[in-house]
């Protein structure tokens, strides 16, 4: 009998054309596709045959158990993570719940996360060293998220924020920017970008000060500049210090 | 007549399966392909029949120049970058040299970065907030460097280290752990990935100690976890927070 196996897979940012090939592949081969209610359907109709199993959100460890029930059971089964399964996904969770299922191998896949597919869309804000810092506080302190906005301006990194916004924390992103700003120009060159890879996708260019005024919905991917980027015809260009 | 355009293709970190659906099609449609000729030698066969071009290693600012040529002339024109074309790869140089080649369109198409390839192999090094450092100092001062490495620890970012070493940069690991040292513990959960999405694919984890000690070669990606990152059966894990 074959080796029990989930396959932890980043979709993406959404539209097939933005899976590897590797990822189509793994999903084509699965008996059972596990994942978040949004993500099921971002994958459209090419997987609708398989067996769809989801939990609503703040259940991903019952999300977990099932892959892994699934696969003792016998089952090729997928896990899906939008962008990459090991950025804020749920890799690191299935191995914290790894030893209750002896035996069963973890495979991850990974995927575009959105710092890269927004990038893209924005011109080439992280073409230098950069940070991901997600604005969540459901599960890391607000302290914490604090202290890692101030060490990436210390730094000069170039940053991409994940979750700028929620219903909840409708002023988190606001929050970040006085955070940067004590350390950070007001005329540092931003952007984001809305629902990456998705129906209605939208790029925007501002300074640090703009940004901090800026309403985002929680399907946005932020940028900040590092103090040697520049905004060029609608773009985020950071710099990796070739000589012209 | 249509417009010229240069796609910066980020090919992943070397097998097809790695590219993505958008990337591969990208590659198909174009006339011309343009890329370090080693990136050239990854795509394989598939991709023999187009017009090959290629510059020497530090001739990034000529292979740039070499493809908006190519695309000024009517051609359909892909410059290829190994993993993601916006993180290390020449898609801001592209975007710096633009004014001197008007109305030709610039698309970039992201690519999976070492960071996350190397991630999926290793564990689940980046599933928290984290920092992408490059220690290669041709473009980039060491000191730069110095000061984003202890940032990146200060911050407690989990790290994932580009071009940890060279021919001419034999020690340039060594000098970052002890960087890394004077303010992380030596048993800092680490791991490190040789020839991801190649031939002769490792995968390692030590301790920040042991990794001090280590000769990794320029195909390498090394991993440094966050002080919450543990080693589990030969994987590096850096927990999201969720509570079991």
């Known amino acids: 009998m074959k080796r029990p196996c989930v396959y932890v897979v980043g979709i993406g940012p959404g539209e097939e054309a933005m899976m590897t090939g590797q990822a189509v592949r793994t999903l084509e081969e699965s008996d059972v596709i596990v994942g ?9 109709e090419r997987f609708r045959e398989k067996e769809r199993l ?10 977990c158990r099932m892959a892994y ?3 003792m059971e016998g089952k090729t089964v997928s896990l899906i993570c939008s962008g990459d399964a090991g950025v804020y996904g749920l890799a690191s969770l299935m191995y914290e ?8 191998e973890l495979v991850i896949v990974p995927g575009i996360t959105a710092a890269n597919s927004g990038a893209a869309l924005l011109g080439a804000p992280l073409n230098h060293d950069y940070c991901v810092i997600s604005l969540s506080d459901l599960l890391t302190p607000w302290e914490q998220i604090r202290r890692r906005l101030l060490a990436a301006v210390d730094g000069d990194f170039a940053i991409a924020l994940y979750n700028p916004s929620s219903r909840k924390r409708a002023d988190y992103l606001q929050k970040a920017c006085d955070i940067l700003l ?11 970008v809305e629902n990456i ?3 209605g996708t939208r790029v925007t260019v501002c300074t640090l ?3 901090r005024e800026r309403q985002v919905n929680m399907f946005t991917t932020v940028f900040i500049g590092n103090s040697q980027s520049v905004l060029q015809d609608g773009k985020l260009v950071t710099k990796r210090g070739y000589r012209l």
Chains 1, 2 share one sequence.
């Not at 978040?36 to 459209?44: A, C, E, R, S, T």
């Not at 989801?54 to 999300?63: H, I």
Request: aromatic share 8%.
């Open 197 to 199: 890879g998705r129906e």
């Open 182 to 192: 004590e350390r950070a120009e007001g005329e540092r060159a931003c952007g984001y």
């Open 69 to 71: 029930e699934k696969a």
């Open 97 to 104: 719940l790894s030893p209750e299922y002896p035996g069963c």
């Open 36 to 44: 978040y209610p949004v993500y099921l359907d971002l994958l459209g």
């Open 209 to 211: 000060k703009e940004l």
């Open 54 to 63: 989801s939990t609503p959100m703040r259940q991903e460890v019952e999300r």
